[in-house]
């Protein structure tokens, strides 16, 4: 079992910045896809940002693609969602999650996902 806990969120005004942290409690953290999803009120979760096992390989949303950067350090078992230029609509509560599926290159689907954190609030004000 990989227990994750995102921290980071807070309140900015927009075109600010936070870096999201996303810690895991197991080892075998280090060997598995990451995503970050968020959810805002009344709407569905999304898929924002993902990252291979060993960092080197990236997926973004087009939303959010130059914005945010997602990275990786696997010697502190955590991941890390850098947002710049944040805009209100970036508004929304943000979750990280590890699968240990390995069968394609990026998974895009909550559903595709076997460990998730609890959530941290990110909140862009205008």
């Known amino acids: 079992q990989v227990q994750l806990v995102e921290s980071g969120g807070g309140l900015v005004q927009a075109g600010g910045s936070l870096r999201l942290s996303c810690a895991a409690s197991?080892?075998?953290?280090?060997?598995?896809?990451v995503g970050w999803f968020r959810q805002a009120p009344g709407k569905d979760r999304e898929f924002v940002a993902g990252i291979n096992w060993s960092g080197g390989d990236t997926y973004y949303v087009d939303r959010v693609k130059g914005r945010f950067t997602i990275s990786r350090d696997n010697a502190k078992n955590t991941v890390y969602l850098q947002m710049n230029s944040l805009k209100p609509d970036d508004t929304a509560v943000y979750y990280c999650?590890?699968?240990?599926?390995?069968?394609?290159?990026?998974?895009?689907?909550?559903?595709?996902?076997?460990?998730w954190g609890r959530g941290t609030q990110v909140t862009v004000s205008s």
């Open positions: 197991a080892r075998t953290f280090s060997s598995y896809p």
């Open positions: 999650a590890a699968t240990i599926r390995g069968d394609r290159r990026w998974f895009l689907k909550d559903y595709e996902y076997t460990y």
